[in-house]
């Protein structure tokens, strides 16, 4: 039975630590220091690093962390991730023995061209993908393109739980609002959040379920959320990539 814990980072970042027994997996260490404090605190040994793409805040303390401890470094074949050892592509397995815990490896471009999730154990850690109630902006990708990686993310069990790398739940939610201000899910998922914050909880991980029923980037073919895309853009659409366009652009010009 593994357990995942969230270390907080920099202002809002969550890098993930995997842990069984003594051994512990780290995805995305932007930043070493709170995760050599906490293997330390817990007697725990490191055995790999899982990075989901290329950016500071989820590849930054790699090469502090094997100064510490020599470990795999997994990470995609098409960026550049410090200290890699293991370069992936989409189908790979990562197999993780100390965990007794294999991951699926997922293409989701988008964020980043050569972004990956890992998948395994009910659990997606989809990096700046996916984010609770949100996703990620798109750096060096197109809306296509990230519709295709979250259509994918969106095709895995109801009960997967979903580990995105920050912490912006309470403010997707009031983007979200904006797009569906009358969706019941949405109303309670913002009450049951807000909580979660106000008791200085995280909000992540989140059920892929819920993500479907509150999430705007993940409903392109839902009427409420193509209706309110229509008639921001002014004008109708024919394919779900272009209300998931529109309402990524609608987001942009708030933020
Ligand atoms: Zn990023
Ligand atoms: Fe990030």
Redo the contacts with the bound molecule.
């Keep these: 039975m593994i357990q995942i814990i969230p270390i907080s980072a920099f202002e809002d970042n969550y890098l993930w630590l995997l842990v069984h027994g003594t051994y512990a997996a780290v995805v995305d260490p932007g930043d070493a220091q709170p995760v050599l404090d906490y293997l330390k605190q817990h007697h725990l040994t490191l055995c790999a690093i899982l990075c989901t793409?290329h950016?500071g805040?989820?590849v930054g303390g790699n090469r502090e962390l094997l100064r510490h401890y020599q470990v795999p470094v997994y990470g995609p074949a098409h960026e550049n991730i410090p200290g890699r050892t293991h370069a992936l592509v989409d189908g790979d397995i990562v197999r993780l023995p100390e965990l007794a815990l294999d991951l699926t490896v997922f293409d989701v471009p988008g964020?980043?061209a050569g972004?990956v999730a890992y998948y395994g154990a009910e659990s997606l850690f989809c990096?700046?993908t996916l984010f609770a109630c949100g996703c990620?902006r798109l750096?060096e990708g197109t809306p296509q393109t990230m519709y295709q990686s979250l259509s994918k993310i969106a095709s895995l069990p109801d009960a997967t739980q979903i580990y995105c790398?920050h912490e912006y739940t309470l403010d997707n939610i009031r983007f979200a609002k904006v797009v569906e201000p009358t969706n019941p899910d949405l109303l309670e998922r913002e009450r049951h959040d807000q909580e979660s914050r106000a008791n200085n909880q995280p909000t992540v991980p989140s059920r892929l379920d819920l993500e479907k029923r509150t999430n705007p980037f993940l409903r392109s073919q839902v009427p409420s959320v193509i209706q309110a895309a229509q008639e921001y853009a002014g004008h109708p659409f024919t394919e779900p990539w272009q209300v998931f366009a529109t309402v990524r652009a609608w987001k942009d010009s708030l933020d």
């Design positions: 793409h950016h805040d989820h964020h980043t972004h990096g700046d990620g750096f790398a």
